[in-house]
């Protein structure tokens, strides 16, 4: 009896076995068919001719954009598939920016760049191959577009954009102009050609010698901090009479310990990708997923925008009030505690930026982020920002009475916490003056 129940469950698992396998094996051969299908109606469409629409095939890009057309809706993906954007410069950011724009759908890219795909370029260019070192990037990027998607009409500008050339290269009603050069000459002189001729334009700052990502932000140039590109950039439109109106990406971050490469000598008198003003003659080194970050912020802006999706980026104000606020209390406390009664020559910038950037916006001595203000570290020393520290209210009147030096007062690993940070705040300060 029992031999003839173990029997029947043997035949039974081997029966559902069979089964299982049998609707995996159909399922496989179905998806393998339509996966066929689908290369083959992709081939046929490498076959065709961008420019002819009415020979492509619509359920082809439907699917590639499908997940588009789930978020936006029809009516939208409509405006982004009929909009025509320029991208003016596509290294590291607008390689990626442009990149970005044609997989959302973007029907016509001019690509505009007279540089040549390098060695170095490729731990940040968006699509460029060993293969492609030595060709100009337009043409590269146009390469590599017509095999990712095919349906979008790229035109590559083998050029260096300026004030002469702004007619023939921008012509052709864009819906938007991507300022992603790094010369800052040339940035003025494209930002200045769109306002002026009502344009919608975004600019990418400098995103050389940076590494975090959480400090990348869409502002109004005139909303823009800590950034050396666009503090640079802002001051030159208002000679121009440019105030604001012009969004721009950019990152508050500070390079830090990044230094400065030597330049080689055959690259002296070129354009060095990714320098800020004033470093024409040294290479900043590009950690290549923060140009690419850039990019892909600059496309996405720019796709909500052709597609009238509402977005409002928010501007970094940090803490504004607070920092007012820090700053009339430590002037209060250089006239009170330490009698001094001579202008101070320190900003309400410069607190925001010794709170967060150096104090990390808490107490350094407890790490409390509660009732903080700013005071001198060194009472017998003259106010600097390397002579300013963040303390709890308390702490700091505590520190305020001391009748020694603080070194005789505190720890040694207090002390050399202290020591470090205005150490970093002097490597820090460099990119602030740029």
């Not at 029947?8 to 049998?22: E, G, K, Q, R």
């Not at 869409?218 to 440019?242: F, H, Q, V, Y």
């Not at 980026?313 to 505690?337: F, M, N, S």
Request: aromatic share 8%; glycine share 6%.
């Amino acid at each position: 009896m029992k031999s003839n129940t173990a029997s029947l469950v043997t035949a039974s698992l081997v029966s559902s076995a069979c089964t299982a396998s049998t609707i995996f094996l159909i399922q496989y051969l179905l998806k393998r068919k339509a996966i066929q299908k689908l290369r083959k109606e992709f081939s046929n469409a490498l076959a065709t001719s961008p420019t002819n629409k009415n020979e492509l095939n619509e359920d082809f890009i439907r699917e590639v954009l499908s997940r588009n057309y789930s978020f936006f809706g029809e009516e939208k993906m409509n405006k982004i598939r009929k909009s025509f954007v320029i991208v003016v410069g596509v290294g590291g950011v607008g390689s990626h920016a442009a990149h970005m724009l044609m997989r959302s759908g973007v029907g016509k890219i001019r690509i505009i760049d007279f540089d040549e795909v390098t060695t170095s370029s490729l731990n940040r260019h968006s699509v460029a191959t060993k293969a492609d070192i030595g060709k100009p990037k337009v043409i590269a990027m146009q390469e590599h577009f017509k095999e990712i998607y095919p349906f979008a009409k790229v035109e590559a500008k083998v050029a260096l954009f300026s004030k002469d050339t702004a007619d023939s290269l921008l012509e052709g009603n864009p819906d938007f102009v991507l300022d992603c050069i790094d010369n800052i000459h040339t940035k003025l002189d494209l930002i200045e050609y769109c306002v002026k001729n009502k344009i919608n334009i975004i600019s990418s700052t400098g995103a050389g010698a940076k590494c975090d990502p959480s400090r990348i932000q869409i502002a109004d140039i005139s909303n823009t901090k800590e950034d050396p590109l666009a503090r640079a950039t802002r001051k030159e439109l208002r000679k121009r009479g440019i105030e604001s109106g012009v969004p721009v990406v950019y990152s508050t971050e500070k390079p830090g310990n990044v230094k400065l490469l030597p330049l080689p000598e055959e690259l002296y008198g070129k354009k060095i990708e990714g320098n800020p003003p004033n470093f024409r003659s040294r290479v900043l080194p590009v950690f290549g997923t923060v140009p690419a970050l850039f990019g892909n912020a600059i496309a996405t802006y720019v796709i909500t925008k052709l597609a009238d999706w509402p977005i409002k980026p928010l501007a970094i104000k940090l803490r504004e009030a607070t920092y007012i606020k820090l700053y009339k209390d430590y002037a209060g406390r250089e006239q009170h505690v330490f009698n001094n009664s001579e202008p101070l020559n320190i900003t309400v910038s410069d607190v925001g930026y010794i709170f967060e950037e150096i104090w990390n916006g808490r107490s350094a001595l407890s790490g409390n982020l509660n009732k903080l203000t700013l005071t001198r570290w060194d009472r017998t020393q003259p106010p600097s920002l390397q002579n300013i520290i963040c303390l709890t209210k308390a702490e700091a009147e505590k520190h305020d009475k001391l009748t020694v030096k603080p070194e005789e007062y505190y720890d040694q690993k207090f002390l050399d916490t202290v020591k470090t940070k205005f150490k970093e705040e002097s490597e820090l300060s460099q990119w602030r003056n740029l």
